[in-house]
């Protein structure tokens, strides 16, 4: 089990940045895949971004490529979502969440574990 912690949410204007955080405080954290998925208000939640357990594989949605980046810093057990570039169609409640597959997957019900979600909104 993990318990994850999102962070680095706020308030910003369109075509500014803000970098979250997923943090856990199991080292197990390491062995899994981390996933950002996003929520707005009346929609449902869609995929943003996974990672590897060990950071070399990466997986985006086509419309967020180029602006957003995920990393993961595992001595700190922490994932990152830079984000930047940001769009009023930004805003959203967004969420990480931790795979136990064995293969890195954009579908969210393949993620157990979920943080409680850090709010992003972005004014024009």
């Known amino acids: 089990q993990v318990h994850l912690e999102e962070s680095g949410g706020g308030l910003v204007q369109a075509g500014g940045s803000l970098r979250l955080s997923c943090a856990a405080s199991e080292d197990t954290f390491t062995f899994y895949h981390i996933g950002w998925f996003r929520q707005a208000p009346r929609k449902e939640r869609e995929f943003v971004a996974s990672i590897s357990a060990s950071g070399t594989i990466t997986k985006y949605t086509d419309t967020l490529k180029g602006r957003f980046t995920i990393s993961r810093d595992n001595p700190k057990n922490t994932v990152y979502l830079q984000m930047i570039g940001l769009k009023p169609e930004d805003t959203a409640v967004y969420f990480c969440?931790?795979?136990?597959?064995?293969?890195?997957?954009?579908?969210?019900?393949?993620?157990?574990?979920w943080g409680q979600g850090t709010q992003v909104t972005v004014s024009s």
């Open positions: 969440a931790a795979s136990t597959g064995l293969l890195l997957s954009q579908g969210h019900g393949d993620y157990r574990y």
